[in-house]
């Protein structure tokens, strides 16, 4: 967890009594919850902290008590909230990553620290969404752009609600076609925002103006904005092969998601989240 600009950065380090030492926030997954949503979870349960997530770090393995351990980390703005010491955790303190690392209590801690501030902290982050499931279209026999979701992309819809909120958006756009619109819709509700319909964003106008495409995502790269974009399973793909600092696979199923982290403009990480965001 992180707050400041980019070149006074600060990031939180914990203290457990229990173990008498400081540490990265971390915890444990309850059933059948996400490693990104228990992350969130745990920074709001030890910290009293809302966060925004935005790029992921990296995994550590370690062992503890004679029992493999593994973390996942992501980086995260620190948001608003207020600390009240625990039984968990019974002080924060906010430090460079410099004197973070000269803190930390345990080697296996710093890699992550030194992950952290390899890249410089995004000012915008943008959540590249294909649609959800949306039955045949063989068997849809109106409007291809009217065709909605079936009940799976439905329940995929309501699962990505819970991971896009995460990261904080603030808006929500969509390609003009039905499923693209109602695979955001119930995030949209959840905001309380309205989902903004912009064509640039459909598979058909990114295939005669890819450049023009491009220029609108990134045209939404604004200091501290989050944006959600839902689109297709040809535009996406095609956008991460022409922004990023490169993949191993661009392949986006239907109710996935890319995290992107931008810093002025430019994609400095990326992230895939499989179907439904998990």
């Excluded at 457990?16 to 996400?34: A, I, M, Q, V």
């Excluded at 009293?48 to 393995?61: N, Q």
């Excluded at 959840?190 to 045209?219: C, H, K, M």
């Excluded at 696979?249 to 439904?276: C, E, F, N, P």
Aim: glycine share 8%; charged share 25%; proline share 6%.
């Amino acid at each position: 967890m992180w707050r400041g600009r980019h070149g006074d950065i600060e990031v939180a380090l914990v203290h457990r009594p229990r173990y008498d030492d400081w540490t990265l926030p971390k915890g444990k997954l309850e059933h059948g919850e996400s490693e990104l949503a228990a992350a969130v979870r745990e920074v709001g349960e030890e910290l009293g902290a809302a966060v925004a997530v935005s790029r992921r770090i990296g995994r550590v393995r370690y062992r503890h008590d004679g029992a493999n351990k593994t973390v996942c980390y992501w980086a995260m703005r620190f948001l608003t909230g207020e600390f009240r010491p625990g039984d968990e955790v019974d002080a924060v303190e906010w430090l460079s990553p410099a004197n973070a690392r000269r803190r930390l209590s345990y080697p296996v801690d710093c890699p992550v620290l030194a992950d952290f501030a390899a890249l410089p902290v995004p000012d915008s982050v943008i959540l590249l969404v294909r649609h959800a499931k949306a039955g045949k279209r063989s068997e849809w026999r109106g409007e291809d752009r009217l065709r909605p979701l079936d009940p799976a992309g439905a329940r995929q819809a309501q699962q990505l609600v819970r991971f896009l909120s995460c990261f904080a958006p603030q808006r929500v756009l969509s390609a003009d076609l039905t499923r693209c619109v109602q695979t955001v819709e119930p995030l949209a509700r959840s905001l309380g925002v309205d989902v903004r319909i912009d064509p640039a964003f459909d598979d058909d106008s990114y295939l005669a103006t890819p450049t023009a495409t491009e220029t609108a995502l990134l045209s939404l790269a604004k200091p501290g904005a989050v944006t959600v974009v839902c689109s297709q399973g040809t535009a996406i793909p095609a956008l991460i092969d022409t922004l990023g600092p490169g993949t191993d696979s661009s392949d986006t199923r239907k109710g996935a998601a890319w995290a992107l982290s931008l810093v002025d403009g430019d994609v400095i990480a990326m992230d895939y989240y499989g179907s439904a965001a998990r």
